[in-house]
């Protein structure tokens, strides 16, 4: 008999299946036994009240995550998860585990320090609840994908290891590259602009590495970073009418493939306005002295408390999760920023706010080879790092723009997860490099 | 007017329409101007018989390269590429290009020495041959997914920077992790058989690290590496079925949305054989001593040479462009190969011959946790460094296989690319790093 996946078994009833997965559970209550079995996609329970049924199992001396094969009749049963489960069994085991686990899977919740659960990753991850997070990861990026496959854009993979550590000139790991230094992209930025030049419209999706030495909840220093650029744009409102879409189908897309695992989190996914909206920085400012009493103007950047006054303005006055502050002040922008050209030192980027904590960035970049030199200079960084860079301005390149979006960072805001390793499978810090 | 892309202007006959791209070919004989403009998909000829209509491309001195906005009227004409010009121009430079360009762009065919072509690849990417084989490479990479998602399988991303250099022991390149020795990951075999205990079925694309010290036209040293890893398989030969139909999905995906790119490139896909024929080892090396009269039998592994014969003899005995071997001896399978229990010293691993060349690795993996201590030690490896390899054994884990493509070795084949560096954006070898 073929085996069946556990999420299908419901469609079943009355059937004889064949099931195989992992000893998630077992519980004897008098004659009574209950197995769980997990398979790579969801659960099932299997009820025997015969010993002799599970003479496989108890013979090889099997544990829990024993992986194992198991023929039953598939019978509606209210008091069950899902509302069937498995009768008149057959269970042969696959691979007996006879050592205790690391940790305990079979709960609902999967109770352990943060430490123990990320020195364990490799186990704990199979719990359903974790599980559940990165089959959202998986699907957020299959999201990603189609929103901007069905708009022209096409699919890059660019070099990881590169010559130097220009874009923001420190926080980048070095590595021996055949006895010459060589270091790791804190970002495709460089390659995606150029890459415009080729294909208009580029994505990417690929790890990024950060040597930030901060041992915080919202840092890691290695993740995987959903990258856009593309070309011909008339300024940073055409890129954010292209996240709003974005947004809106990675979204859409967990709503319709991700159902049992949004349950089982309890996560509450927001809606995304027809039209998200935006505030300028200058005048999000003046609205915090208006609102709070507090008297930011001047400052060049947003604090997160500034942060979550403005979403909560954006909750109150529009009813929505998102807000996008545009205009940021130059100074607080890298060098390939393309200015307001109406309002000297502001810029034609923005943040998205998702309930009142910086999601995305972008905006429009500078296209022109001359502001690139003029702007390296300002910033006083020599040209030659550049070359190829600028290579690529010198030959001709249009109005452009993109963002990107830390799936992790994604991942963590819309679980409302305490701490970003928890939306990482393996995750790297400070102290961590395995497993 | 809204622009639309080159590659639908032959659906506009007789309409006036608007484009935007770059200036890819200029020139004029007598009163007869012929413009080419190239956008991120296809490429137009514009024709103009009035110097007053090129007069805004002509103040700015724009030359090729150009970023321009054009106008004109759709006009069917059997002599022109694609059968459809435009005429009556309005032209607007957006980005003009004063300066010479590094490699010419605008002939049928880039010429220029493999150097050259690298050191500019910023620009020389935007030609449409270059340019074709990176579209295909997308549309791989796309066709590579939808087989594995029609499958249940969930896109996984595991970390490049990795404790040690576990799976080969040498060839890794080294970097300085916040002041402690850290490695690039050179393949995700290990953290994809431990997502096997996760979802059973997993794939990633992503960037691989090799510190070969080869300088060859088959090697570069940073790669993208399209990696499938399953559970509850019965053997190997359940992993060459799932090869058949990725390789099918890829092909099908290439020829469906890349007729251009593949008429441009010449390239002949290989259709794939309802069933891919399969040979061993053993019996590979009799046919060669009998076919061609060479006693290879007792080498553990198949030389280049052997490798073409093999694959002559698949297309003449079985018309087939692709071959499997299976069985290879296990002295040169990695440690956690499953051996054949039929037969000790093979191994239930195979390689993937396609048109005489090794395309594919694969294989059954060891399961048990015993056998991989066994393995280990066998091998002469501390399990210190494996420790939360082994964990994911010594909680369960079902029989499982899996196997990788090379993303660049796909399309040099493919597309009969002399140099692999041709089929990679931005190579990285022994001595570039850049761009």
Redesign the interface.
Known sequence: MD?I?TTQIKEHIGQRVRV?G??HALRRMGGVTFLVVR???GTVQAVSEDEAELAPLLAAGAGL???LALEGTVTAEAQAPGGVELRQLAVAA??P?T?A??LPLHKRQLKASLPTLLD????A??HPAR?AV??L??EA??GF?AVL?AR?F???????????ATESGSNV??????G?P?Y?AQSPQF?KQ??V?????VFE???V?R?E?HDTTRHV??Y?SLDVEF??IENHFTVMALVREVIAGILSRLENNCAAELALLEARLPVTPAAIPHIHFAEAQELILQRHGVDVRGEPDLSPQDERWLGAWAQEQHGSDFLFVTGYPMVKRPFYTHPDPGRPGYSNSFDLLFRGVELITGGQRL??YGDYLAALERAGYPTAPF???L??F??????HGGFAIG?ERLLMQLLELPNLRLAT??P?D?SR???
């Open positions: 085996r996946p195989q992992w000893l398979d790579g996609w995550e024993t992986v696959i691979t585990v050592e686990l690391p364990h990753a490799v186990v991850n199979r599980r990165f089959r990861a998986a990026m299959a994908r496959g022209g096409s699919e890059i993979q660019t070099p990881k290891i590169v010559a130097s790991f070095q590595l021996d590259y055949f010459r060589a790791l390659y150029i890459m030049g080729v294909f208009e419209r999706v690929g790890p590495f040597a030495p220093n290695e995987v070309g011909f296209h022109r070359e190829s860079y290579e690529a010198r030959c001709g390149m249009p109005p799936l499978l393996f790297r400070l490099v395995a497993p």
